[in-house]
């Protein structure tokens, strides 16, 4: 079987909840592609009492039929095919009662689960009634439901406020992998790329693994990118639309959001969303809001003024897929090597910038253990400023407990960054500006991050923090 690549924390997390001598029901939940399903085949090795998933898409009858093919394949070679989901489970139960064994833990399987809550199925009320009714009295039963579909899973199993309020004794997010499992991955099948041509492919693909799994090591990563997006029948080329379909069913009003943020790069507000996007601020828009940054699409961060403003929030896309999408793959070119005839364009390069920029908010944990704050209280934010022409902007503000603060100035090039003089006098004049308009009484501590450094030289004395891709690549600093 395929090595798991990271993921030490959720297996760790799912060796205790085997061990714990108790019903166990954990929900497993993250966006399509990110190895939900792989995690669990391979850390239990398939062994499985009863495992089926869900169809995308399909009715209810074959949602039944899909569960009565998982009761043959764990034994029950006499199963009928069930009316109902009542039913269904009801056999479950009867099975798992012949074979179930107080000195083992049986582990029930059940993947893409939203699949099954067809309408008008009573899916969720035959599962609340299989686990109040039979599954809590088991010590030695462990519930595992998985999904793609984040809103739903939160909605109905996580969150839910009938039968099984507050029945899922363990939640699992599986995030993208970070810099340092895709290299990692990329290491363990034969790519040799440094990793400054990994944080390029970051740009485009993000820490997804399938996408990671499709690459040809024979290729450069400019190659690969041109297959997958833009090549004779791409690979990915219609991946986006069928990952929005997978995770939301209604799709559209998460697309609008989306490109309302995709054209604003630095960010808006939710008043500027609601206008972009030609939706009305109410409860629709909070839960659309909600579900994309459940999805790791977007974020929210707040922002400095006279204090950091806890009400008041700029959303900003951070998922490197979807961005790398909206600016290039939208275009329908028609020429298959788009992406290695563009390299070193203005856009390409303008574009890096912003991309290197958002992977350094992805690794913020790496950023502090790089500081030495790690153990310290902080705070991060972005500032722009409310009084200078052009408007002077600060991407990401690290506020500390002991009265410090970093202020990050990201850079992406392929040496050693040099600050010229009249850098130097941007970089003194927008801290002054920032000292000023926030009145803040914290010491400012000039933090350059950049792929290779900073050259020494007449204006590198102003740097007092220093982050590279080394800092960046370090593992789980959680």
């Not at 043959?72 to 479950?92: C, I, R, S, T, Y």
């Not at 790329?193 to 400019?222: E, H, W």
């Not at 929210?300 to 006279?306: M, P, V």
């Not at 220093?466 to 593992?475: A, P």
């Amino acid at each position: 079987m395929d090595k798991i690549i990271g993921r030490q924390a959720e297996r760790k997390a799912l060796d205790s909840y085997l061990k714990s001598g108790k019903a166990e029901f954990v929900a497993l939940y993250g966006r399509r592609r990110v190895g939900k399903t792989f995690l669990v085949k391979h850390h239990f090795n398939n062994k499985f009492d009863f495992y089926m998933s869900g169809t995308i898409d399909a009715p209810k009858s074959v949602q039944l039929s899909n569960f009565r093919e998982g009761l043959v394949k764990a034994g029950f070679v006499d199963a009928k095919l069930p009316e109902n989901w009542q039913e269904a489970f009801l056999m479950l139960q009867q099975m798992l009662d012949a074979k179930i064994n107080p000195k083992r833990r049986c582990v029930i399987f059940i993947d893409e689960i939203p699949c099954l809550d067809t309408p008008k199925s009573g899916f969720i009320g035959a599962l609340d009634h299989f686990w109040n009714t039979w599954c809590a009295d088991h010590s030695n039963i462990m519930l595992i439901v998985c999904g793609s579909a984040t809103s739903w899973i939160i909605d109905n199993i996580i969150d839910n406020h009938g039968g099984l309020h507050n029945r899922i004794t363990h939640e699992m997010y599986l995030r993208q992998f970070n810099l340092c499992e895709t290299e990692q991955y990329l290491d363990e099948n034969g790519f040799v790329f440094d990793r400054y041509t990994i944080c390029q492919l970051y740009m485009a693909t993000g820490g997804v693994p399938y996408y990671l799994s499709l690459l040809d090591n024979s290729k450069s990563v400019a190659q690969n990118i041109d297959s997958l997006f833009f090549g004779e029948n791409a690979q990915l080329k219609n991946e986006f639309e069928r990952l929005f379909k997978s995770l939301f069913k209604n799709s559209e009003p998460y697309l609008q959001v989306i490109e309302a943020l995709c054209a604003a790069p630095y960010g808006i507000t939710r008043d500027e969303i609601a206008l972009k996007a030609k939706l009305l601020s109410g409860s629709r828009l909070t839960l659309i809001l909600r579900d994309l940054e459940n999805c790791d699409f977007i974020r929210h961060y707040r922002t400095r003024g006279k204090k950091i403003r806890d009400n008041q929030y700029i959303y900003q896309v951070v998922d490197m897929f979807t961005m790398f999408y909206f600016r290039f793959c939208r275009k329908e070119t028609t020429d298959d090597c788009f992406w290695t005839h563009s390299l070193n364009t203005p856009e390409v390069n303008s574009w890096s910038v912003l991309a290197f920029e958002r992977i350094c908010l992805l690794h913020i944990s790496q950023i502090k253990k790089a500081l030495g704050i790690d153990q310290i209280h902080t705070e991060y934010y972005s500032w722009r400023s409310a009084t200078t022409e052009p408007k002077a902007q600060i991407d990401l503000a690290i506020e500390r407990a002991d009265k410090r603060i970093n202020i990050c100035e990201i850079k992406f090039c392929d040496a050693p960054y040099s600050i010229s003089k009249d850098e130097d006098l941007k970089l003194r004049i927008r801290l002054a500006n920032f000292k000023t308009e926030t009145a803040t009484r914290c010491g400012l501590l000039l933090t350059m991050i950049s792929p290779f450094g900073i050259s020494n030289g007449k204006y590198s004395n102003q740097v007092k923090g220093l982050i590279t891709l080394e800092e960046l690549f370090v593992g789980d600093v959680k």
